[in-house]
């Protein structure tokens, strides 16, 4: 992996714009390059904005959408149509306006146990696997970052055994009230994948950026470290509150 590439804009609506441009870039050359594109998307409150902008034009129609496979860096384990749900919230901004193909929607059965959950998803993963890999090689995967340093739904302090061996895991977790049963992908597909994009906006998130991007190594404690993918880049997409303790 090259140094991460960090990129700072004054709004979080300039660093959605920046990132929509990126994600239709890498989605293209990815489905020249190899026709199709293996993306995960993530949830939270970040990445709504991105996801509006690119069920419209010009993206809605620049973008080959029925190329593109969607896999979720994480799951809160709730059904589909529940506001909590990240495949839902996906659907509802983006995935329901343009033309996706449902058969490369490769969503977690958030409805189910995590444990099963989680299974079911190792399988799919493993039914799309790149290679001698069990689980794709993913050219677009859409990062974001909580103000404890956790990414998708790798928490601080918490390693799982099995999380070396396999590329999905259940996960228990609080976080700012959202729900605690997840399922998520771990660093063996992040750090295999082509292109990790972070967004991180907010000033609540400064420090733990700092952290991240110029402390001393502490993957434990700030698992947004942990995604150092070996033949990747890294690319960090802030607003100029998330970036406020940055080193110029
Ligand atoms: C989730 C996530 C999670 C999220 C961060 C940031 O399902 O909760 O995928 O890792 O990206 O918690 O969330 P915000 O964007 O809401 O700050």
Same mark, same amino acid.
């Given at each position: 992996m090259d140094t991460p590439q960090v990129k700072i804009y004054p709004t979080p609506s300039a660093m959605s714009l920046a990132a929509a441009e990126l994600f239709s870039e890498l989605i293209n050359d990815a489905s020249k390059k190899q026709h199709s594109a293996q993306v995960a998307l993530s949830g939270g409150s970040t990445p709504v904005a991105l996801f509006q902008l690119l069920a419209q034009p010009p993206y809605n129609a620049s973008i080959p959408w029925d190329r593109v496979h969607f896999y979720w860096a994480d799951e809160r384990?709730?059904?589909?149509?529940? @506001?909590?749900?990240n495949y839902g919230q996906a659907w509802q901004n983006l995935l329901s306006k343009v033309s996706v193909s449902q058969q490369n929607i490769h969503r977690v059965l958030g409805e189910l146990e995590p444990k099963a959950a989680a299974q079911d998803y190792v399988l799919q993963l493993k039914q799309n696997g790149t290679g001698a890999l069990a689980w794709p090689v993913l050219d677009c995967v859409l990062l974001g970052m909580g103000a404890d340093g956790h990414t998708a739904s790798l928490f601080p302090g918490q390693v799982n055994s099995t999380e070396s061996i396999s590329p999905a895991i259940p996960v228990t977790a609080d976080y700012g009230g959202r729900p605690a049963n997840r399922v998520t992908l771990t660093p063996l597909v992040f750090n295999s994948a082509r292109h990790v994009l972070f967004l991180v906006t907010g000033e609540n998130k400064a420090n733990a950026l700092s952290e991240v991007l110029h +402390? @001393? +190594?502490d993957p434990l404690h700030f698992p947004a470290q942990r995604i150092r993918p070996v033949n990747g880049d890294v690319t960090w997409l802030i607003d100029q509150a998330a970036g406020s303790l940055l080193h110029k």
């Open positions: 384990c709730v059904p589909p149509e529940d @506001a909590e749900s +402390g @001393a +190594g």
